[in-house]
């Protein structure tokens, strides 16, 4: 158990629809990432935040946000949802930012658009 | 922008048959590279960081190494259960880790 909670664990939904995914970080861990894990892309880096603050985005479409409240937990937005949009969601936290450390990784929300 | 690429894709061993994953990359001043564990329907699971070339890290039946260029993961004598997808992953300027697409191993009894 890597310490890391995300709900829900599945999630189907129709297009155009909002959705929001959660995330708990591990005890202690400041960081956390959002990662879109789908069968022809591999782990897609999204967005990463510590201690409350965004400090870097990667290839995150702009239907896309996502926040860290004071408690550290973190939630995705997702809206105007597309087909494409279907995959795994991934939330990782770290202890800290800035330096090399391995991420823990929740189990994930598979999420589906029809 | 960091590059990484594993090969082979799948790869389909006899329990008990050792072989090797590779995962090349391209960055500008590399921090640490990962390899990960994961299982069908989980999250990715951390194995190990490797910091610099030369060095090795061993678990079980696992060792990775690392040269400048690429890493390594080796499997000595697997079990069915070693059965999984292997990514790699490294951490450069950005400190956000990139990940490879990974290595779907399957080992048969």
């Known amino acids: 158990d890597s310490g890391v909670t995300q709900t829900p664990k599945h999630l189907i939904t129709a297009t155009g629809q909002r959705v929001t995914l959660r995330c708990s970080p591990r005890s202690g861990d400041l960081s956390v990432y959002w990662y879109q894990q789908s069968l022809d892309q591999g782990l897609q880096f999204l967005i990463h935040?510590?201690?409350?603050?965004?400090?870097a985005k990667g290839n995150i479409l702009e239907r896309f946000s996502a926040q860290q409240f004071p408690d550290l937990h973190s939630e995705l937005n997702l809206s105007s949802l597309e087909l494409g949009d279907s995959a795994l969601y991934f939330c990782a936290s770290s202890a800290g930012q800035g330096h090399v450390s391995p991420l823990h990784f929740g189990n994930g929300t598979r999420l589906t658009v029809t | 922008e960091d590059q990484v690429t594993q090969s082979p894709e799948a790869l389909r061993l006899q329990e008990g048959e050792s072989s090797s994953l590779n995962c090349s990359y391209t960055v500008s001043g590399l921090r640490g590279l990962f390899w990960y564990r994961q299982d069908p329907g989980k999250g990715p699971e951390f194995l190990f960081t490797?910091?610099?070339a030369g060095e090795e890290k061993e678990k079980e039946r696992l060792k990775a190494t690392l040269t400048k260029k690429e890493s390594f993961l080796h499997i000595t004598a697997p079990k069915p259960e070693d059965s999984a997808t292997y990514l790699c992953a490294v951490q450069a300027g950005s400190y956000i880790p990139t990940f490879g697409r990974g290595t779907s191993l399957i080992v048969h009894p």
């Open positions: 490797l910091y610099s």
């Open positions: 935040y510590y201690n409350g603050e965004e400090r």
